[in-house]
């Protein structure tokens, strides 16, 4: 009979201890519980740690509530603009409500991924090339409110979004490196025209400062030779300018106060010829008496001198 109830109460024992082991669930610290009864979703979510559940008759689902980092498949699209690019993102999200996760979609997990990249084809054809390339702050806060709107009935909330990289074609990058490049050519043209502009009002102020002293202006001529002379060279360019005969003329010019004889008017070429014009005409005009004499004396017949 002892070794009857001895029996029975170790077959006890072994049933309690399975019993135990089939009920017992252990939830971690970054997971909760939510557990179904017979099909039916209990209230409660089981916190972290160590739970009981009934064997056979409920099921225990563990939710990750840490944030989850989701890449975005790169999406290809046309933009408003009618440019073809293939853009990636990621997504970062996390599980607030575990029974909402669980009942009201089937994976959260693929549904966000595939709400994620639709948003993300629907900001491409809604954007031009220059917001993807400079204005991404504002399109990832627009993907994020696209992705956002239907999660937060699935018990997801998104935390981030991010655009990773736009991808252009070869022709695409081509014409945006000649763009470029022809926007700096500019910038340098207008920066040498700048350039020369302060220099010519400089070299204007400098021929003005000369032209008031002009024993600069040969002193600066002298500094060329010196500049020129220190290179070795074997030709010697020496410029004359005109400025610097000016200044020898007027050296030469007599002092001012000293009384000199003026020199008599030359006679010029008009006057001369005003002068031998009437002379000339009267010539022609006139006959010489010699040769009407001589005229006379052949027209008589038998004429001689005497």
């Known amino acids: 009979m002892v070794e009857e109830l001895v029996a029975a109460g170790a077959a006890l024992a072994s ?3 399975v019993y135990a082991m089939a009920a017992v669930r252990v ?3 970054y997971e909760r519980g939510v557990v179904f009864r017979l099909g039916r979703l209990r209230p409660e979510v089981r916190g972290p740690g160590l739970t009981l559940v009934v064997p056979l008759v409920d099921r225990l689902r563990r939710v990750n509530m840490q944030i989850v ?3 975005v498949p790169a999406q290809e699209g046309i933009t408003r603009d009618n440019v073809t690019v293939r853009v990636d993102a990621v997504v970062y999200f996390r599980v607030t409500s575990p029974a909402d996760a669980i009942v009201r979609v089937e994976d959260y997990r693929f549904a966000v991924s595939q709400m994620a990249q639709t948003s993300l084809r629907s900001i491409i054809g809604k954007s031009e090339l220059d917001d993807l390339l400079s204005n991404r702050e504002k399109l990832n806060q627009g993907l994020e409110l696209m992705i956002d709107s239907p999660a937060v009935e699935w018990g997801v909330t998104i935390d981030r979004v991010d655009i990773k990289d736009v991808s252009l074609p070869e022709t695409m990058k081509r014409s945006m490196a000649r763009q470029a490049e ?7 043209r207008v920066i040498n025209a700048d350039a020369e ?6 070299l204007a102020e400098a ?3 000369m032209a ?4 600069a202006l040969q002193l600066r001529l002298l500094q060329t030779v010196v500049a020129v002379a220190a290179e070795k060279n074997s030709t010697l360019v020496l410029p004359f300018p005109v400025e610097l005969l000016r200044f020898l003329e007027r050296a030469q010019q007599p002092v001012a106060g000293v009384p000199q004889q003026a020199p008599a008017a030359p006679e010029t070429a008009e006057s001369s010829m005003q002068e031998q ?9 006139q006959k010489p008496q010699g040769a009407k004499s001589s005229q006379d004396q052949t027209s008589r017949p038998g004429g001689f001198r005497q």
């Open 27 to 29: 939830v971690k610290q």
């Open 277 to 285: 014009i009437p002379s000339a005409v009267t010539g022609l005009n």
């Open 197 to 202: 502009l302060q220099a010519s009002k400089k």
């Open 69 to 71: 980092t989701m890449p």
């Open 15 to 17: 049933a309690g201890a």
């Open 182 to 188: 022809a926007d700096r050519e500019r910038r340098a």
């Open 212 to 215: 008031e002293t002009p024993a």
């Open 207 to 209: 021929a003005q400062q």
